[in-house]
């Protein structure tokens, strides 16, 4: 293993060795509290130019699942079909990996995919930096070639147009309702959950005008970055919402989306929502629920046109989770009822947004 140093905006330094491939690469540095399910954060495309550090301390214990695909074409076990991170950073790398469903290590698929990885690194210590400090960009060095330094592109730049579809994709073709599903960087679980409620999906690059088609319902998927440089979909959504009062869901930059639709505002969190264990609450009510969730960026719901009201508040601080309109049939949700992996107390909402359709 390699000597590799994680050098922050700020300057601080943390020191250890290469695990996965052995290249420099620059990014978003960002922390997730969850406990497992690195396959599915990794190929997640919300986390497109970041450097992930993954707060639990051993990691790759369970090697990685095979790279197979359903007969809709999505990947059985992974949310796309390639690593969408820069980088993965933990504690402790475990070399040695068993799992009935284990094809390989994850350092030989970081190796494959050409993704570097730092194992040695204090990952709780580089969490309080970023929580006292907020999000930083960040650059892995390899200490044998000090002059090979890259620099970090995040802010100002468009990830949802590098992850979204480039074409229409169709599934489940003559199924029941027919659902046009925009692609800000979707995961594959989002899909499945919609195939898997018998709905017929027209997956759509994030800035195609889909008004003039013919659908029942319109869902709006996760994506990386900032929403404010998406102002093509939200031109587009508000085409659609002034014309017609089709059901609407949203999920994660989905929800974004919507509430600018609505009027809202948009401000980067401090350090983000990445787990598999946020507190939120439904509004109006005593219901609480565990999400997963995975986003830098929020809604100021204090901004929302009088038409639309929050749907779900964050318990820890209060932020928004998502939105609804308080007439016609469009709701969303900051969090990811998908949650692979991750809690699935929230599923209802495919459920709901299946509902809307059919009345």
């Known amino acids: 293993m ?32 969850a406990m497992m399910g690195y396959p ?64 390989e290590s994850l350092a030989e698929w970081l190796k494959r995919e050409h993704v570097p990885g730092i194992t040695g690194i204090d990952t709780r210590e580089l969490t309080k930096v970023l929580r006292e400090h907020g999000v930083m960009m960040g650059q892995i060095i390899f200490d ?18 590098r992850v979204s579809c480039k074409e229409i994709i169709r599934y489940n073709e003559g199924a029941g309702k027919r659902v046009v599903l925009v692609d800000c960087g ?59 009062r089709k059901p609407i869901c949203g999920i994660c930059m989905g929800n974004q989306l919507m509430a600018k639709a609505g009027g809202a505002n948009i401000y980067k969190l401090k350090y983000g929502h990445r787990s598999h264990n946020q507190p939120v609450r439904m509004v109006g009510t005593d219901k609480c629920y565990i999400t997963s969730q995975n986003h830098g960026y929020a809604v100021d719901a204090s901004t929302l046109d009088k038409d639309w ?6 318990m820890n601080d209060g932020s928004n989770e998502g939105v609804r309109h308080n007439t016609n049939p ?5 969090f990811h009822p998908e949650a692979c992996s991750g809690p699935v107390d929230t599923l209802f909402m495919f459920d709901l947004f299946v509902e809307k359709l059919t009345l």
């Open 186 to 244: 979707v995961k594959a679980n989002i899909i499945r959950n919609l195939i898997e409620r018998g709905l017929e999906v027209v997956r759509v690059p994030w800035n195609y005008d889909y008004t003039g088609m013919e659908f029942d319902g319109l869902f709006l998927g996760n994506g990386p970055g900032d929403p404010d440089l998406c102002q093509d979909a939200v031109n587009i959504l508000r085409q659609q919402m002034s014309k017609s």
């Open 144 to 161: 044998d070639e000090p002059e090979n330094i890259p620099q970090a592109q995040y802010e100002g730049v468009n990830f949802v147009d």
């Open 330 to 334: 469009w709701f969303t949700s900051q």
């Open 2 to 33: 390699r000597n590799v140093t994680l050098v922050l905006q700020d300057g601080t330094k943390f020191h250890g060795k290469s695990f996965g491939y052995d290249a420099p690469v620059a990014g978003e540095v960002v922390f997730n509290t």
């Open 309 to 314: 009201s929050e749907l779900f508040v964050n």
């Open 40 to 103: 599915e954060s990794l190929t997640d495309p919300s986390y497109a130019g970041q450097l992930v550090t993954l707060t639990f301390p051993l990691v790759g214990n369970y090697g990685v699942p095979p790279f197979t695909f359903g007969p809709e074409g999505l990947p059985t076990f992974m949310e796309s079909d390639h690593i969408h991170a820069s980088a993965i950073i933990v504690s402790d790398y475990s070399e040695q990996y068993s799992h009935w469903n284990a094809n």
